[in-house]
């Protein structure tokens, strides 16, 4: 039983655009909601992450939006660079140091 | 980065042979984590630690056993490897018992298992 579902498995966005993943989760026992950027070769490394008490949190060009009623929140980059072309996991977890649950990734290619 | 380190980097082994990953830490975090990356199914959880001699299963514990001696050390054991356990291993300490937040992640071990 997956707890977080994320889409799309990819995406193609033009230079400047707006790119939006999405995510899903069952267990309304999460707390924590982060993202996480993964470039080839390396660790994937805290871009953002969020709690329910707020619906969303924004840091330079990415942001979180958070929907508690609906289990959802998502990931916006505006004004997306190439720079950004990345794989993106959503994560969740409970209250604490209990492990992360990760989404299957979306990987993101900006082209110029 | 938070002074995680995994050894070997890259590693071929043979079926049926164990192997051994280790995850370095020199910031005294209490929480590690070992997962496993394969294409179309992102992060899964294969076992972590919450202090020394302090561990549990994950997701995807089968075939695989861990150590953790030290504060700074986490071992995944592959007991008799097998070529489904072909994959990339990330290590990865929770900053948040020292009130930071998330994960920071290993560089990651790929290993070949033939």
């Known amino acids: 039983q997956q707890q977080v579902k994320q889409s799309p498995q990819s995406l193609i966005v033009q230079k400047g655009g707006i790119s939006i993943i999405n995510c899903a989760y069952e267990?309304?026992?999460?707390?924590?909601f982060p993202w996480y950027q993964q470039f080839p070769g390396k660790g994937p490394a805290l871009l953002i992450a969020i709690r329910p008490d707020v619906s969303e949190k924004k840091e330079g060009r990415f942001t979180i939006s958070f929907n508690k009623s609906a289990k959802q929140f998502s990931l916006h980059i505006m004004d997306s660079q190439p720079g950004d072309s990345a794989t993106y996991f959503c994560?969740?977890?409970?209250?604490?140091?209990?492990?992360?649950?990760f989404g299957k990734g979306t990987r993101l290619s900006v082209i110029a | 980065d938070a002074g995680i380190t995994q050894s070997p980097r890259h590693k071929v082994t043979e079926t049926g042979t164990p192997v051994t990953l280790r995850c370095h830490q020199t910031e005294n975090h209490r929480y590690m984590y070992w997962y496993r990356q394969d294409p179309g199914h992102g992060l899964r959880l294969i076992h972590y630690?919450?202090?020394?001699?302090?561990?549990d299963k994950g997701e995807v514990s089968d075939g695989y056993s861990v150590s953790r001696s030290k504060t700074e050390d986490f071992l995944l054991t592959l007991e008799s490897a097998t070529s489904s356990q072909t994959s990339v291993y990330f290590c990865?300490?929770?900053?948040?018992?020292?009130?930071?937040?998330?994960?920071?992640f290993g560089s990651g071990t790929r290993l070949t298992v033939v």
């Open positions: 630690s919450y202090g020394v001699k302090d561990t």
């Open positions: 994560a969740a977890s409970r209250t604490g140091n209990t492990p992360l649950v």
């Open positions: 267990n309304t026992a999460f707390d924590y």
């Open positions: 990865a300490i929770s900053l948040r018992d020292q009130g930071g937040d998330g994960y920071t």
